[in-house]
């Protein structure tokens, strides 16, 4: 509590410190309108068992600035979205929502090659949408309908798509799965690497620290990204982990801190990180964040922590709220360009709203459909009176 | 072809029960006590656990409660206001990590304190099956009875509820019904729960309680309040009958009840209706002696089919009453699939299943 409390004083210097960075920045102007910008990061990257950084000085494009706005901003539409659709009972189960965290999972998308993997735990319904899935396709999953990215059969925490290994149920189950992947990238001579995320909570299971020892014995393009909002459920991260610098967990493994609320700091401790891995080993990347809601929708959120807490992070701190000031600021985007993504975002997300509840779920026989490849038995067991031949489908992506 | 013929024959079923079948796939039967007995006082199986563990703690003081998200109450509130009573060096949180809990627990149980740990699903059991099965059954075993962790009680939320999907559904029982040493016990509402969770606690062996979630809430009964145990290993017969046994467990039982009234009614069968409680070690006696009674036996779990629990039970009465029997023994289980996510209500050992199962044994 006594860290949350001095990061949340420390806010309004951040603030200060943006503006100054956009007074201080290089803008290059065309026709009054800028083009590219230079910009300062907001917060010092930490390091560990590093003798150099990622860049603090990294220049922002008006296309990429609109393109990371429209990102976060339809993240957040979806979100919003799962929330109410959740609250209405449509969406059953298990939501977990990823609001106040949305320039981490962009920063890194945007430092991603087509070669990059990335594997996650179940607060995904943002990284699936980046990685290529429409909003339909998340929030069809999540209303259990054919149009879901996994037709319905996953929920939750059970997205996918090309290069994008899933959410994860289990917690901190992903890690070794993410290395699993970087290995076969190093394999294969791909030159690509994995993001193997997990959050504050599950940086205390043990196969993470399996995770990181052998990534690091076989050098593997592995980064293992601690996505830390400060609390594990309903525990808050002092009272978990005995040590909270997350980034320097992997003991041997170097460890960037990064403030996983400034996209551009995300972006560029990420492309460091990809060219790190990719030449010397794994590495360790800390992105401090932050969730709105609570652990999943049966937590309100607010017993373990204060309204105020969260209202503070909403009204000073906001990825997505910081971001857009300090793009009009540099006048890479007008206020009327603001209002016209926005208008787009809701329209997008609210046609998908509509769609996810009116689709129809998949037939019955998917009930048993995919249980196993080329099935190993023809006829399925204890179904009773009922006669019914295994079902295969689908080839996955990765065959 | 087939396909579709089920898919509109299990709909049509679905469709006619409609009105039953909105809420959840069973239909609750509490257990009454004898009036007058005792004090009693009205319990959800949340409460009634709670209630165990506070009189756990109280007549124990070596006794510690632990696990994630326990100290503000637990995810299903079994813990609620214990680390207030007790204080928070005997009821608190654990970090995110079941393997550590589990060894933890067998560690404080080694030294001859008690340890009541939560882990928060069954479905997340699994990081921690290496702790359970090579530490905690066979601590006893390997150390010639010089060591044991027998103070040692898993408490685990597990069945289905609804809307879990893959990893909040699944029933772990027949795993570790796999392992000599251990003890495994599955409640089917609050009074059981009560008197299972002390005698767990009390018991010299390690215990795993597999509590479905899905009666925290929909469990209520007049619990005795007084300090109370329920024998392991011991089954119960909720309903006497001559011509088939139907066993089951957890929330299992509760459709059996239904589907024993239901053959009452229409087909003007007795069944025998067993809550087998333990699952290990199991009551064979109670129930080969209705194997014998009635010659039929169905067995239902919502666990998949293939070494479901289910078999071992097929299996040894098949051996011990097999000239005593008018049928071969039927199992009603969930579906050899992943515990799915939409299709929950096909997937699951239903009334209409084990109607259905029950006419073909008494047809044969």
Known sequence: MLRTLSRVSELPIIVKQLQKNAAQAGVAKTNNYATEATVQVNRPFKLHRLEEGPETTVKLTKDEALKYYTQMQTIRRIETAAGNLYKEKIIRGFCHLYSGQEACAVGMKAAMRDVDNIISAYRVHGWTYLMGVPPLGVLGELTGVQSGCARGKGGSMHMYCPNFFGGNGIVGAQVPLGTGVGLACKYKGNGGMCLALYGDGAANQGQVFEAYNMAYLWKLPV?????NNNYGMGT????????????????????????????????????FAIKYVNEQGPLVMETNTYRYSGHSMSDPGTSYRTREEIQEVRQKRDPITSFKELCIELGLITTDEVKAIDLKVRKEVDEATAQAKGGAELGLSHLWTDVYSNNLEPKLRGTNAYDIDHIQERKGVNH | MKVSTLTRGLLSAIKSNAICSTRSHFTYYPTKLAQGVRDVQKMNMFQAINNAMDLGLEQDSSALLFGEDVGFGGVFRCSMNLRDKYGKDRVFNTPLCEQGIAGFAIGVA?????AIAEIQFADYIFPSFDQIVNEAAKYRYRSGGLFDCGSLTFRVPCGAVGHGALYHSQSPEAYFAHTPGLRVVIPRGPIKAKGLLL????????????????????AVEEVPTESYTEELGKCDILREGTDVTLIGWGTQVHVLLEVADLAKKQLDIDCEVIDLVSVLPWDTKTICNSANKTGRVLIAHEAPFTQGFGSELAAYIQEKCFLRLEAPIKRVTGWDTPFPHVFEPFYLPDKHRCLAALKEIVNY
């Open chain 1, 223 to 227: 980064i293992f990204v601690c996505e």
């Open chain 1, 236 to 271: 808050s991260s002092e009272r978990a982990s005995c040590n909270t610098d997350y980034y320097t967990r992997g003991d041997a493994l170097p460890g960037i801190w990064v403030d996983g609320m400034d996209v551009l700091a995300v972006r560029s401790a990420t492309e």
């Open chain 2, 110 to 114: 080694n030294t001859g304190a008690t």
């Open chain 2, 199 to 218: 005698a767990c606690i009390k018991d010299p062996n390690p215990c795993i309680m597999f509590e479905p979630k899905t009666l925290y809430r929909a």
